[in-house]
């Protein structure tokens, strides 16, 4: 019969000896306690972890991946530094580098297996969302962003008030701190966002100052800077809407791919600084 639980944690039964600390996924849809859970492995996004040696076929309780707080989670034998994303890795494990992120290291480890940690997980560690360029994050009025996972889909969000940022003196010009600083909106990468299959834009508030044709693209480079053309960059456009106003929303054509650095641009001339502006934009990306 089904059920819901509202608490943290939850029983199954245990599919194989189970060490404490360890991630772990269903194996099996029925068992005496619930359905049966093992070790998860490198490519697997965990159920939650175990917290106490559990002997195979004895009930086991999991603390889930969406309870609130941080988790202890095992480490394999490769350091992990904290505020780094943490991965999966095999037999439940968590490591340095993967293709799963499961969360943010709160503290760093030595180097040895078996090597407990705190994890802020993934779906509350805004940390391991995209970091921007200090020509945005010194001069915007806020920048804020977030990745949350469900399942396999990524949501990525970029919350951007371009207030005291300027958009130089050319069409397809790079917007960002008045000359300084390089000004994209952070990476993009496969295991943080997933690969984007659909984004967009929505203006939250009216740009004034500043061109109020804000256009998106994404580069190789993380060198633009305000002033300068994306076009002197490898770039792709993935938007563009004309002026914004308030309360317009616009889909993305394009896509940003794995490693490529976000950028907002002018798409007139007004070589002037923005004294209003919000721009909400979000990506939603699949999990390898």
């Not at 391991?128 to 977030?146: E, H, L, P, Q």
Request: proline residues 3%; hydrophobic residues 40%; charged residues 15%.
């Amino acid at each position: 019969m089904s059920q819901y639980i509202e608490g943290p944690r939850k029983t199954f039964t245990a599919g194989t000896a189970l060490e404490a600390f360890r991630r772990v996924k269903i194996t099996a849809v029925t068992g005496d306690y619930g359905p049966t859970v093992g070790y998860a492995g490198v490519s697997d996004v965990g159920i939650g972890v175990t917290e106490e040696y559990t002997a195979s076929g004895a009930p086991v309780t999991i603390r889930l991946s969406n309870a609130p707080g941080t988790k202890k989670m095992m480490a394999t034998a490769a350091a992990i530094t904290g505020g780094n994303a943490v991965y999966a890795a095999a037999n439940g494990y968590v490591a340095s580098t993967g293709t799963v992120v499961e969360g943010t290291a709160l503290e760093t480890t030595a180097g040895d297996s078996g090597d407990l940690l705190e994890v802020m997980p993934l779906m509350f560690a805004g940390n391991v969302a995209n970091t921007a360029g200090v020509g945005i994050t010194g001069t915007a009025d806020s920048y804020v962003t977030s990745v949350e996972r469900v399942g396999t889909i990524i949501k990525t969000t970029i919350l951007i008030e371009i207030d005291g940022l300027n958009s130089g003196g050319t069409a397809a010009d790079i917007i960002g701190a008045d000359g300084a600083g390089v000004a994209h909106l952070g990476q993009i990468t496969a295991a943080v966002n997933g690969t984007i299959f659909a984004g967009k834009i929505t203006c939250l508030e009216t740009p004034t100052g500043g061109d109020p044709d804000v256009d998106l693209y994404s580069a190789t480079e993380a060198t633009g800077v305000e002033d300068v053309g994306i076009g002197t960059l490898t770039a792709t456009q993935h938007i563009n809407h004309g002026d914004w106003a308030g309360g317009e929303q616009g889909n993305l054509t394009s896509f940003p791919a794995a490693n490529k650095y976000l950028y907002l641009v002018a798409g007139d001339a007004t070589d002037a600084t923005y004294s209003a502006g919000i721009l909400l934009i979000e990506l939603w990306g699949k999990a390898a």
